[in-house]
């Protein structure tokens, strides 16, 4: 594996969770994230995504944002950019977090380079969460490597008409943990909320 960034804060953090999901998200997708990344964060919880266009990016800048820990699993080498118009976020992920990859510096992304990506973000997560999912999305390929490695997939419910909401609601159908917000994040991953408040300005 090859890596940039800050490997020293894999010591500090205490739990991974692997945020993915459709590349043309809806308003309800965006709002989730934001809402419930954030949360999470306090508790020692880092974020993992694939650098893809929208949930992906989402979830990294949601951590960014917030004074949290964030991984890249990359498609490519450390020394490209896709989608191009990420070049920043890489720059500031790289600074902030960690980008990692598979690929020697030099390396172009390649389809078949992506599925395999998928089978890194689930195994360095304790689980996956699944925010908006279409029937084909690759982001389920996500989720069957997670079940795979025997890592908890968690899924963010959403309306039977909603194409976007399709794969997400047949892998809650099919056992996956629905998600209805950051508590059950913590509860999956063996955090107790309630053990003590770090959210307190006390």
Do not use: W
Not at 50 to 57: E, H, V, W
Not at 171 to 187: E, F, Q, T
């Amino acid at each position: 594996l090859f890596y940039k960034g800050r490997i020293d804060l894999l010591c500090t953090t205490e739990h991974f969770l692997a945020v993915v999901g459709s590349r043309r998200m809806t308003a309800y997708g965006r709002r989730f994230v934001e809402e419930v990344i954030p949360p999470v964060l306090p508790y020692g919880v880092g974020i993992i995504s694939g650098l893809a266009r929208g949930i992906d990016t989402l979830s990294h800048l949601a951590a960014l944002q917030n004074q949290g820990f964030t991984i890249a699993c990359l498609a490519h080498g450390l020394d490209s950019c896709y989608p191009p118009e990420h070049r920043d976020i890489m720059r500031e992920i790289a600074e902030e977090g960690i980008l990692l990859s598979e690929h020697a510096p030099g390396v172009k992304a390649l389809k078949n380079f992506f599925p395999a990506r998928n089978r890194l973000i689930s195994g360095l997560s304790h689980a996956v969460l699944l925010v908006e999912a279409g029937l084909n999305s690759g982001s389920l390929i996500t989720a069957e490597f997670a079940a795979m490695q025997g890592r908890d997939v968690l899924a963010v419910p959403g309306s039977v008409y909603q194409p976007n909401s399709v794969g997400c609601n047949r892998l809650i159908r099919d056992g996956a943990i629905p998600v209805l917000d950051y508590r059950d994040i913590l509860v999956a991953l063996a955090i107790d909320p309630a053990a003590s408040d770090v959210n307190s300005d006390s």
